[in-house]
Nanobody, 124 residues
Framework: QVQLVESGGGLVQAGGSLSLSCAASGRTSSTYIMGWFRQAPGKEREFVAAIRWSGSVTYYADSVKGRFTISRDNAKNTVYLQMNSLKPEDTTVYYC?????????????????WGQGTQVTVSS
């Protein structure tokens, strides 16, 4: 089992920045992939970004490329999502997740463990 706890959400004006954190505990592995998703009410969970625990390889959705940066601190078992140039359409709940495979996936059903989510609100 892997437990995930997100933090760092909040309210920011358009054009501003927020940094989300996801602390992992339990049976983590250097082969796992950590991902960030977001989900608006009534919509499917949308892939945002992913990173491999053991390296620096990252993968981003086109909608956030160039604005968001995913990173990790292995010593702290924590993954971060730095969000810059935020837009009102970025408003939603953000979740971190663990994929136990070694291949990058963008579908929510490929991820095995989820955090509880953190709300991000961008005002116009």
């Amino acid at each position: 089992q892997v437990q995930l706890v997100e933090s760092g959400g909040g309210l920011v004006q358009a054009g501003g920045s927020l940094s989300l954190s996801c602390a992992a505990s339990g049976r983590t592995s250097s082969t796992y992939i950590m991902g960030w998703f977001r989900q608006a009410p009534g919509k499917e969970r949308e892939f945002v970004a992913a990173i491999r625990w053991s390296g620096s390889v990252t993968y981003y959705a086109d909608s956030v490329k160039g604005r968001f940066t995913i990173s990790r601190d292995n010593a702290k078992n924590t993954v971060y999502l730095q969000m810059n140039s935020l837009k009102p359409e970025d408003t939603t709940v953000y979740y971190c997740a663990v994929d136990r495979s070694i291949v990058f996936h963008t579908g929510q059903h490929d991820y095995d463990y989820w955090g509880q989510g953190t709300q991000v609100t961008v005002s116009s």
